[in-house]
Nanobody, 126 residues
Framework: QVQLVESGGGLVQAGGSLRLSCAASGRTFSSYPMAWFRQAPGKEREFVTGFTVGSTPYYADSVKGRFTNSRDNAGNTMYLQMNSLKPEDTGVYYC????????????????????WGQGTQVTVSS
């Protein structure tokens, strides 16, 4: 059974940093897309960053240059280093993976992902 567990969220002042982790189990994840999404109160879930097979990370324009997505060699833990945080980065951050192998850019629609973690809250104060 595929399981995704996020950790590392918290409260931080604007300009600060946080590192999120997503521990994945149940299969080999390096062959499938993995992504981070976030959802702010009253807003739709949005793509933040993700990988596909053999790809480098893709990023939403809003986080380029500030966030870094990486994963361990086995591909079973994904990390999100978030620097220069802004209040608009506040939300619940989710990791997700799909059951369909893809190449090139990862899908940015939440509907393309089949498994989700429970989410971790990130709050950035001004």
């Amino acid at each position: 059974q595929v399981q995704l567990v996020e950790s590392g969220g918290g409260l931080v002042q604007a300009g600060g940093s946080l590192r999120l982790s997503c521990a994945a189990s149940g299969r080999t994840f390096s062959s499938y897309p993995m992504a981070w999404f976030r959802q702010a109160p009253g807003k739709e879930r949005e793509f933040v960053t993700g990988f596909t097979v053999g790809s480098t990370p893709y990023y939403a324009d809003s986080v380029k240059g500030r966030f870094t997505n990486s994963r361990d060699n086995a591909g079973n833990t994904m990390y999100l280093q978030m620097n220069s945080l802004k209040p608009e980065d506040t939300g619940v951050y989710y990791c997700a993976t799909a059951t369909t192998r893809r190449f090139g850019s990862p899908p940015s629609s939440p509907g393309a992902y089949d498994y989700w973690g429970q989410g971790t809250q990130v709050t950035v104060s001004s």
